[in-house]
C-alpha cells in the first residue's frame, strides 16, 4: 500500500466510528460550525490543535502558520481572523508556539534560507528588541526556549494592535487573547501570557471612530 492510501483507508475507518458512537455527528456538524475558539499555531505537525487540546471536529477555528505569527499585512491571517471574530464570533484566540520550534531556532542564525527569510524576519525583529534578556541566558537551548515565549507574546500584542479586535473589544467585549506555549517534549501547554478584552494597549492603537 502506498503511504497517502493508509490516510484514506484511515479515514474511512474514522467516518464509520464516528458514525456508530454518534449517528447526528455529521448531520449536525454539515448544518453549522459555532466554535468558541480560534486557534493560531505553528505549522509544526508535531503540534495538531485538536489532538493536544481534547477537542472535537467543531470546537476549534484553526488558522497555522511557520512560528505561529500574526502579520498585519498577511491576508490569509487577516481573513481568518475577521471571519472568527465578526462572523464566528469567537471568545477566545489562542496563539500557541511550542518550545524546539524551528522558524525561530532558524531566525536567530545569520543562515540565509531563501524567500523564507521575509517570514523569519519577524522574529529577527523580536529578538532585537530583547536581545539583552535573551542572550543573557547561558545555554541555547534556553535562549531559544524564551525567545518562542517573547514571540507568542508578541503575537497576542500584534493580534491586539489589529482594528478588527479593537472593534470587538470596544463593542461587544470579547475575544480574549491568550499566549502558550505547548511542550514537545511532554505534551503540556504553558499559558505565558493573557491579554483579557478591552485591554489597554498604546493609545496609537485605539482608534476613535471603531
Ligand atoms: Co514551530
Known amino acids: 500500500m502506498l503511504a497517502y492510501e493508509k490516510l484514506l483507508l484511515e479515514n474511512k475507518a474514522w467516518a464509520k466510528e464516528q458514525n ?3 449517528p447526528t455527528f455529521f448531520k449536525r456538524l454539515a448544518a453549522q460550525q459555532a466554535p468558541e475558539f480560534l486557534w493560531i499555531g505553528c505549522s509544526d505537525s508535531r503540534v495538531p490543535a485538536d489532538k493536544i487540546t481534547g477537542t472535537e471536529p467543531g470546537e476549534i477555528f484553526v488558522h497555522r502558520n511557520i512560528a505561529n505569527l500574526v502579520v498585519n499585512t498577511d491576508i490569509n491571517l487577516l ?5 472568527a471574530v465578526e462572523v464566528l464570533k469567537v471568545k477566545h484566540i489562542i ?3 511550542h518550545y ?3 522558524g525561530v531556532k532558524a531566525a536567530m ?6 524567500i523564507i527569510n521575509h517570514w ?4 529577527k525583529d523580536i529578538y532585537r528588541l530583547h536581545r539583552e534578556e535573551v542572550d543573557a541566558l547561558p545555554t541555547e537551548a534556553e535562549r531559544v526556549d524564551k525567545l518562542i515565549e517573547l514571540n507568542v507574546k508578541e503575537q497576542v500584542f500584534n493580534l491586539a494592535k489589529t ?19 505547548y511542550g514537545l517534549s511532554d505534551g503540556i501547554i504553558k499559558p505565558v501570557y493573557e491579554m483579557a478584552a ?5 493609545p496609537l492603537y485605539e482608534y476613535d471612530n471603531l
Request: with cysteine; glycine share 12%.
Open 20 to 22: 456508530e458512537t454518534d
Open 198 to 202: 478591552g485591554s489597554h494597549i498604546d
Open 109 to 114: 542564525t545569520q543562515h540565509h534560507f531563501g
Open 100 to 102: 524546539g520550534c524551528g
Open 163 to 181: 482594528s478588527i479586535i479593537q472593534s470587538a473589544w470596544k463593542n461587544e467585549q470579547r475575544p480574549h487573547l491568550h499566549g502558550w506555549v
Open 79 to 83: 481573513s481568518v481572523l475577521q471571519y
Open 120 to 123: 523569519l524576519k519577524n522574529i
Open 95 to 97: 496563539v500557541c508556539g
